[in-house]
């Protein structure tokens, strides 16, 4: 008998800034890394003889929880990867749900009525991840073994083991960040042991007292972004700013001209909960680009939907802009007195490294790929063009 170890990938930026990461290839986040540290915990007593994982990024970095600290290879394997959800990757939820909120209702409630141009469908994930477990079973047979995948393409496998259909899979559960399934594979036959159980992110044992979820709410289905037009949406912007700039104690002048002229050489986006904006955020991609770094120069949400989740997606957007312009870490600079957005920026994975000229606190956040989880991104016929 092959026990087998189920374990989905920790928090990666597509499940905190709200963007559909499919195949897309996210990293962790800081909480994530959290989640980490207490999976190793959970495991550092239990025998594990091989590890293998899809070979995304995120998948490979929680497979380190285990493979790393037993000194084991790590096998990665394409056909663990995640559903490809085609033309979705890497659009926020919120412009999904704007644009196609049927298909976005299939996707959720009913999995078999789901089609999105360059996806996979269901049946697709269910047979590939299927013959993965089987074969990997196979190679190991009386071992235990650990297998990293992700949320949709586990809660597949686990209904197709348990005898449910595609069209049942609303009446199956989804499972939280490294929540841990164990299957038992004998003779060709898999069963199910336990599933989904995530007793490590609140047991003070593999905790050490971490917060190991977010505390907020409101995220569903989320923001959807556009580019700032003006003049007419000038009002807004300059309120939103404005009071910003008033929170946060800012001690220089409020010259709204020139805030509207950077508007208009800077990226600037706004972001919407379905017709109404919440927030801005603007992109300085000049400044001090020879560092690779990215300056996010403005990043407000507005009062009333201030402490929601919102805003945190704002910051996915400024990861979506820089990185693909080679920029491995996010920069921005506070006013002395704005306690309260330090504390916001310094949860999501942000540290101090000094001072501008005019004693403004810079703050860092390294949004870098690892060369160690990144391997060789294979690619093969079995997969939907688009998702290569």
């Keep these: 008998m092959t026990r087998i170890y189920v374990i989905r990938h920790a928090e990666a930026e597509g499940n905190l800034y709200r963007i559909a990461q499919g195949q897309y290839n996210s990293i962790i986040t800081d909480c994530g890394h959290r989640q980490i540290a207490a999976l190793a915990r959970r495991f550092a007593d239990i025998p594990v003889d091989a590890v293998y994982s899809s070979d995304l990024y995120r998948t490979c970095a929680t497979a380190s929880a285990i493979y ?3 000194g084991l290879p790590l096998h990665r394997r394409r056909d663990l990867r995640e559903i490809c959800v085609g033309e979705w990757e890497q659009k926020t939820w919120g412009e999904i749900a704007r644009e196609d909120p049927q298909q976005l209702w299939n996707f959720n409630h009913q999995l078999d009525r789901w089609q ?22 196979a190679e190991n047979e009386g071992k235990t073994v650990a297998v ?5 393409a586990i809660q597949i496998l686990l209904a197709a083991i348990e005898g449910y259909t595609i069209a049942e899979l609303g009446k199956t559960a989804h499972g939280d960040n490294t929540a841990v399934s164990l299957i038992e594979a004998e003779k060709g036959s898999l069963r199910i042991v336990f599933r989904d159980d995530n007793s490590h992110l609140r047991d ?12 907020v709410s409101g995220l569903e289905p989320g923001v959807y972004f556009q580019q700032l037009r003006l ?14 700039w008033a929170d946060a104690g800012e001690e220089r002048p409020w010259e709204e001209q020139v805030l509207l002229e ?4 800077r990226p600037t986006l706004v972001g919407f909960l379905q017709e109404e904006p919440v927030g801005v955020v603007q992109f300085h991609p000049e400044k001090e680009a020879e560092d690779s770094c990215g300056w996010i120069s ?4 507005e009062a009333p939907y201030r402490g929601r989740g919102f805003g945190i997606q704002m910051l996915g957007q400024a990861v979506s802009y820089y990185r693909p312009l080679g920029r491995q870490k996010l920069r921005l600079a506070l006013s002395g007195g ?29 949004i870098s790929y690892k060369a160690e989880f990144l391997g060789e991104m294979n690619v093969d016929a079995d997969f939907p063009q688009d998702c290569r």
């Design 68 to 70: 790393q600290t037993k």
């Design 231 to 244: 003049p007419e949406q000038a009002a807004f912007f300059s309120r939103c700013v404005a009071a910003g």
């Design 298 to 301: 403005l990043y407000c949400v």
């Design 262 to 265: 950077e508007a208009k050489r």
């Design 116 to 137: 999105v141009p360059g996806g996979e469908s269901p049946e697709q994930v269910r047979d590939r991840v299927l013959a993965a477990i089987r074969e990997i079973a």
């Design 148 to 152: 990293f995948s992700h949320g949709c």
């Design 338 to 366: 704005n306690e309260a957005a330090r504390q916001y920026f310094t949860e999501y994975g942000f540290v101090p490294i000094g001072k501008t000229a005019a004693g403004r606190e810079i703050l860092e956040k390294d």
């Design 204 to 215: 003070p044992h593999f905790t050490g007292g971490e917060p190991m979820k977010r505390r």
